[in-house]
């Protein structure tokens, strides 16, 4: 994160990077966070994991074959991408930089490889990992969404310790433990990077020079 950002520098949004191990919450916490700050636009992702349940094509991911996938990945109209639990993964460039361009404030739910890629590319993104208050609750919620397999749910739970491994590498880091005061703290990030962002200085734009007059 970029703190010696000016107010007057730029009308750019900002770009927030959520990640987690599997379970750990990060969609749910996520969802209600656009509830509470709709002005917030989540990137969808392309990726070759065949849909849950209830999962709809460009609402939850684009699914596409990995075929499809690998020619995107040539085309380069990935920002970031990466394979994470045997399945591709992508955030498409265009959407997020015209959103970004407009002064939109932009939400990625990526892992870890996706994270680092994006801090490469963008070093002024607020990156936030959100961690499990323990494995045995990281495996009663995995379990207990019932969207997974036991053999999915195994993979998740192994690959989650290296997920775990590059917490240190996030601005900020939360603990999933009670919902609600996870929520409050995102939010509480969230908003603390705004306030200093462009947009309340434009908003009391008019003030400031009237008491500057
Ligand atoms: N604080 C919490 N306490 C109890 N259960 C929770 C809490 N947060 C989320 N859950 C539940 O844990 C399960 C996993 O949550 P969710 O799907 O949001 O995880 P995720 O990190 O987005 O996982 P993935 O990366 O696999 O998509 C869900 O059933 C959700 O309702
Ligand atoms: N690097 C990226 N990782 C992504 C992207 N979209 C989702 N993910 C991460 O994949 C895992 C598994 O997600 P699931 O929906 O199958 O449970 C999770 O950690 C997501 O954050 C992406 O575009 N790039």
Redesign the pocket.
């Known amino acids: 994160m970029n703190t010696d950002a000016s107010p007057l520098q730029s009308a750019e949004g900002t770009l927030f990077v959520v990640a987690?191990?599997?379970?750990?919450?990060?969609?749910?916490?996520?969802?209600a966070l656009l509830e509470r700050e709709p002005a917030i636009s989540l990137s969808i992702s392309h990726t070759t994991r065949p849909p849950r349940p209830g999962e709809q094509y460009g609402r939850h991911y684009y699914f596409v074959e990995r075929n499809e996938f690998e020619r995107e990945i040539a085309e380069g109209i990935f920002l970031e991408h990466a394979e994470v639990?045997g399945n591709l993964y992508g955030t498409s460039s265009n959407t997020v930089n015209t959103l970004l361009e407009q002064g939109r404030d932009v939400l990625l739910?990526i892992?870890w490889q996706g994270a680092r890629q994006i801090r490469k590319s963008k070093p002024d993104c607020v990156s936030v990992f959100?961690l499990p208050?323990s494995r045995a609750?990281l495996e009663?919620?995995?379990r207990?969404?019932?969207?997974?397999s036991a053999e999915v749910i195994a993979r998740?739970l192994h690959n989650s310790r290296e997920e775990i491994a590059h917490a240190h590498e996030f601005d900020y880091i939360i603990v999933?433990?009670?919902?609600d005061v996870?929520l409050g703290d995102l939010q509480s990030i969230v908003r603390a990077v705004r306030q200093r962002s462009t947009l309340p200085w434009q908003r009391h734009e008019a003030l400031i020079a009237e008491l500057l007059a």
């Open positions: 987690a191990p599997s379970g750990a919450g990060k969609s749910s916490l996520v969802n639990h739910e892992d959100i208050p609750e009663r919620r995995l207990g969404r019932g969207s997974d998740r999933n433990d009670d919902f996870a």
